[in-house]
């Protein structure tokens, strides 16, 4: 009997009480088959729509009926699968609705429809899935090289900076230690020549002083001899002063102008004076060589008018250069051609015969600015930008706007409109333009002129290589009251 019992017993598998861990919680999947207190189940199969835990998977394990059966993850979302106007598992996508169906559904409601099984679009989107992620891992790996780059990159500008900026100091302290040195020899040079003239003049004054001595014996004794009463005695006394040999001093001393070393003060002034116009000239190309390190390529120019407005510019004008026939005015923001001169004082920076004037900022990067022109009768508006050194005096072509290697300019003129550098001009638009925005990116050398309305359309585009710093310009050739208004842009 009681290896019957034993036998009885391994039959229906008996088994020590499973562990509290074991059994499911409120976030578990719980299994279908269990009763009582339910086990967590280990696996789901999306055939029977039910979750198994250990011990009631082991058919699907063993039995040969539920081999083709596929156990996923454990889900409390099987259901999901019925279909819930069938009751029956969706085991067929429509492309055509982008939905899962029952077979039932697929010759009903979606019997026309593009219909495929949920497994081959499965597979098919698992393709394009996997060309996704390696998109993806490729786009990942093309920017960790590029972070790497960046990093390598911002590295090796930090390096390159603090060589600079060693370079820069040991190359100014020895300019100013020679500085030094020539003012040492210079002051040194000053006493030398002081201590050689005074020497000079010391042994002249000297000598002076022994004759001054002489003379004022001599003088006594003469004077002694006007007294004598005897004339025998005076004429023989007078004979043996004669003898005496005359002086050898001139009525004047050849001295120089009362400079002295005031011509070595105007000579080191002048050096001064060279050397700021040195250091003048040459600042803007330092300058320039600083603007010009760029590590990133330059972004792309801007395409709609709120992407220009990110690089938007204020522009005022200079008065200093302005035609006497241009009266400015709303903040130096705008022109306007007077039929009088107006009461400028004397400067070498303004423009003597052409109505034109110049920005006071310097334009080095990339900015954007606006010109909305108001003109009256025949006539027009130059938009220019131009280097600082363009001539000024005259009525030369050296000192127009778009007549020289100097200056870039956008002409509107009677509904017509051209672009001119260097005397040679070329056709743009026949259309209207009252408004014309200017794009420069100094460092990429574009420069792009548009006409601004509810778009931006190009009028035209520069590719070329500025040398100096850029200034904005107007140019206006029209009747008296003609305007032209750099804008302040929102």
């Known amino acids: 009997m009681l290896a019957d019992l034993v036998e009885e017993l391994k039959k229906t598998g008996l088994h ?3 562990a509290d861990h074991c059994y499911a919680g409120a976030e578990d999947v719980a299994c279908d088959v269990c009763t009582g207190r339910k086990l967590k189940a280990l696996k789901s199969c999306l055939v029977c729509l039910a979750s198994y835990c250990e011990e009631h998977l082991q058919p699907h394990h063993q039995a040969p009926a539920f081999k083709k059966h596929k156990l996923v993850e454990p889900s409390k979302n099987l259901q999901d699968n019925i279909c819930p106007r069938h009751d029956e598992v969706m085991k067929m996508f429509c492309r055509t609705d982008q939905q899962c169906i029952c077979y039932l559904c697929s010759v009903d409601e979606h019997k026309d429809h593009n219909t495929v099984s949920a497994a081959a679009e499965r597979t098919h989107k698992q393709r394009e899935l996997d060309l996704s992620r390696e998109e ?8 960790e090289r590029d972070v790497k780059v960046l990093q390598q990159q911002r590295k090796t500008l930090s390096l390159s900076a ?7 100091d040991k190359t100014f302290t020895e300019m100013m230690r020679l500085l030094q040195k020539r003012s040492s020899d210079v002051k040194q040079q000053i006493r030398s020549q002081e201590e050689t003239e005074v020497s000079r003049v010391k042994d002249v004054e000297k000598k002076l002083q022994q004759e001054l001595v002489g003379l004022k ?6 004077k002694q001899l006007s007294l004598t009463h005897d004339h025998k005695q005076f004429l023989l006394n007078y004979r043996s002063l004669s003898a005496l040999s005359p002086s050898t001093h001139s009525s004047t001393i050849n001295v120089r102008p009362l400079r002295h070393f005031e011509d070595v003060t105007a000579a080191v002034a002048k050096v001064r004076g060279q050397l700021q116009d040195l250091l003048t000239e040459t600042w803007t190309n330092i300058s320039l060589a600083v603007a010009e390190v760029d590590v990133l390529v330059p972004e792309p120019e801007p395409k709609t008018r709120a992407e220009f407005f990110r690089y938007s510019q204020e522009i005022t004008l200079d008065p200093n250069t302005a035609n006497t026939r241009l009266l400015l005015s709303e903040g130096n923001r705008k022109v306007t051609f007077m039929k009088e001169d ?10 003597t015969d052409h109505r034109q004037v110049l920005s006071k900022e310097s334009l080095t990067r990339r900015c954007y600015w606006e010109v909305e022109w108001r003109g009256r009768g025949r006539g027009g508006v130059y938009v220019a930008v131009t280097y600082k050194n363009i001539s000024r005096s005259g009525s030369s072509d050296q000192c127009s706007f778009g007549c020289n290697d100097k200056s870039w300019a956008f002409i509107y003129n009677q509904n017509s409109s051209y672009f001119s550098h260097n005397k040679i001009s070329t056709k743009v638009s026949d259309v209207t333009v009252s408004r014309v925005g200017v794009y420069l990116d100094h460092r990429a050398g574009l420069l792009s002129f548009y006409r ?23 140019y206006l050739f029209a ?7 750099f804008c302040k842009l929102k």
């Open 452 to 474: 601004v309305s509810d778009t931006m359309t190009l009028l035209h585009r520069v590719q070329t290589t500025f040398t100096q710093n850029l200034y904005a310009g107007v």
């Open 217 to 222: 014996k001599r003088e006594a004794e003469l």
């Open 136 to 143: 993806i891992q490729q786009t990942v790996q093309d920017i």
């Open 342 to 351: 107006q009461s400028y004082s004397s400067h070498t920076d303004r423009f």
């Open 16 to 18: 020590a009480a499973p």
């Open 479 to 485: 009747l008296y009251g003609s305007t032209a208004e």
């Open 162 to 168: 603090d060589k600079a900026v060693d370079d820069t």
